[in-house]
């Protein structure tokens, strides 16, 4: 396998890591950090799935293709558990007819059931930050509001959407929503200046 001499081209902004391929073009660092942060959202995607890579009713998988792979973990976990499945970790055009899309996305705007996070609390405010900075950069941050349309407009048949609450924080009384909450902490933790950083400095007046 070779590889085009950009995609191994790097550059430090704001002591971070960053792809130069399509610079600019991508708001999330590429480096130890945030191949951590991907290895926690894949894990709690697991606990929230219990333990189902995916929700498709596939039945013995040959080719599968992870768009946006990040650090390959979910491809390297497929392959392990199909492994006569032909498995493409890139961006691709096409899908065989009778195949299945399925596609996960993050709320980057936080909400809560009880008005613990109100309008105009820094949660509330950083969120619609966010989306805003997003819009100027050329990218929609707020993709799970518009998913399932977006899907059904290009011709897909058959859309089922699916929603899952991930707390912050070990404070839900369910065992599950506890150990989702304690990861999804970290997550934050970690990932509030990987997500905010270049979005913030390049794009907020």
């Known amino acids: 396998m070779s590889l085009a001499s950009s995609v ?3 550059k430090l902004e ?3 890591r960053y792809h130069t391929y399509r610079d600019g073009s991508y708001w999330v660092p590429h480096d130890k950090e945030a191949v951590e942060l991907d290895t926690i959202a894949h894990h709690i ?5 219990n333990d189902k890579l995916f929700l498709a009713p596939l039945q013995n998988p040959k080719k599968v293709l992870d768009v946006g792979t990040g650090n390959g973990i979910w491809a390297q976990d497929f392959a392990d558990k199909f492994p006569d499945a032909d498995i493409i970790g890139t961006l691709d055009h096409s899908l065989s ?3 299945y899309l399925e596609q996960a996305e993050i709320c980057p705007d936080l909400e809560s059931d009880d008005n613990s996070i109100p309008k105009g ?4 405010q950083g969120g619609r930050l966010a989306i805003e900075c997003g819009e100027r950069s050329g990218k929609a ?3 799970q509001r518009h998913i399932k349309s977006w899907i059904t407009n290009a011709g897909f048949i058959d859309v ?7 707390p912050i924080g070990d404070w ?3 065992s599950r929503l506890k150990d989702i909450g304690k990861w999804n902490a970290n997550h934050w933790n970690l990932g509030i200046e990987a997500w905010s950083m270049r979005l913030l400095t390049q794009y907020h007046d």
């Open 8 to 10: 191994n081209h790097y």
């Open 14 to 16: 704001n002591n971070r």
């Open 45 to 49: 995607f697991l606990l929230t799935l």
């Open 97 to 99: 007819p009778g195949g």
């Open 121 to 124: 609390c820094a949660f509330e």
């Open 141 to 143: 941050l707020d993709v």
């Open 160 to 166: 089922v959407e699916e929603k899952y609450k991930w």
């Open 172 to 174: 839900p009384a369910d």
